[in-house]
């Protein structure tokens, strides 16, 4: 790969649900300050990085979200278990018997969701799916006052995936977990460093908060950057394993990024679309394209600020999303790279107003 590995694995190793992307955060920022950008934080906790560039040129944002997928204590039971509520969309089945960290004030505190041992279960309990309201974590606590007294764990703390960062044996292929959207934000990063020094530009990098639970970093981090044309860089749907059909999703992980052509949140500026399809043939870069009936991604909230934006979606095929481990491919996320910087490099004056025009 040609990006920082280092940096993908910290991104897929760091913590942080929607609503609490702080360690995501703190290394956005450490990134961003390193290349010389601007970093604003906007009310929510979204971080708005600007290049130095250039006030007169045609204000670009690319953005990405920090937050993944995860769970939020409710409550804890008589007998010392943690019931939690979800943040975001899960399947059930990914939930149970799975590592996890609580978040709490004084630290991380590592749990799992048990599961019921099938040597007390009938033919008929076995085949079923269990129930995430019937599930909790198990902290290892005798019984409620030992969670209150030893493990400072209170009703709202965040909980996370825990799941290391590994490489997929020799495929070129990245296991993890939040590649939704750690990946796109890698991608968001690796743009930013090409293009830092491109002083006629006027561009930003956002990485937003809470996506998961309604694009709610989208529309804050969008009206305070007021772009004229966005970039949203998202792990895309791969549809190239067993039990999946073309008809849910068409990327396939490793033949290049994803554009989006539809989601039930957003459809692209076709103006926009065809300059993504235009700089892909021109770099020689392999292009998919994604029409999904379901799926939500921060573009549609940026499409509505101020009087209306023109946005593309731009991904990164991704296998088993919403889960403990998914994964990537390395030569995707370097074609988005490569995509996106493609792309900012051509949005001259000329070109915005060709394309933000009626
Ligand atoms: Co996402």
């Not at 190239?240 to 290049?256: F, R, S």
């Not at 934006?309 to 991904?315: G, K, L, R, S, Y």
Request: aromatic share 6%; proline share 4%.
């Amino acid at each position: 790969m040609e990006g920082s590995e280092i940096l993908l694995e910290e991104l897929s190793n760091a913590l942080g649900p929607s609503g609490f992307e702080n360690s995501v955060r703190e290394i956005v920022k450490r990134e961003m300050l390193a290349i010389g950008c601007n970093i604003e934080i906007d009310g929510l906790g979204s971080v708005v990085g600007r290049t130095p560039g250039t006030d007169d040129g045609p204000k670009i944002m690319l953005a990405a979200h920090m937050d993944e997928v995860g769970l939020l204590v409710k409550y804890v039971t008589d007998q010392g278990y943690v019931k939690f509520e979800t943040l975001g969309g899960w399947l059930d089945q990914a939930i149970i018997n799975q590592r996890w960290v609580i978040m709490t004030k004084g630290g991380p505190i590592v749990g799992i969701t048990g599961i019921k041992t099938p040597h007390v279960m009938n033919a008929e309990a076995r085949g079923k799916v269990f129930a995430k309201a019937d599930m909790f974590i198990d902290v290892g606590a005798r019984d409620r006052q030992d969670v209150i007294d030893n493990y400072g764990i209170v009703p709202g703390d965040p909980i996370a995936p825990q799941s290391m960062f590994s490489k997929l044996n020799a495929s070129g292929m990245y296991l993890g977990k939040a590649w939704d959207d750690r990946a796109g934000v890698w991608v968001m990063l690796e743009a930013l460093k090409r293009l830092v020094n491109v002083r006629s530009l006027n561009l930003y990098g956002v990485a937003t908060v809470q996506e998961e639970v309604g694009l709610r970093g989208a529309g804050t981090s969008g009206t305070m950057v007021s772009p004229q044309i966005a970039i949203n860089i998202e792990s895309g749907v791969a549809g190239d394993y067993p039990g999946i059909t073309q008809d849910e999703a068409q990327e396939k992980v490793g033949n290049g990024p994803g554009l989006f052509l539809h989601d039930s949140s957003m459809l692209p500026n076709l103006k926009l679309r065809d300059f993504v399809v235009e700089t892909a043939e021109e770099l020689d870069i392999p292009l998919q394209f994604n029409v999904l009936s379901g799926y939500g991604q921060d573009g549609a909230a940026i499409q509505k600020t101020g009087t209306g934006v023109p946005v593309v979606n731009i991904t990164v095929p991704t296998r088993y999303l919403h889960s403990h481990n998914s994964v990537v491919s390395g030569s995707d996320l370097d074609g988005a790279v490569r995509l996106i910087t493609g792309m900012v490099q051509e949005l001259n004056e000329n070109k915005v107003q060709e394309i933000i025009g009626f």
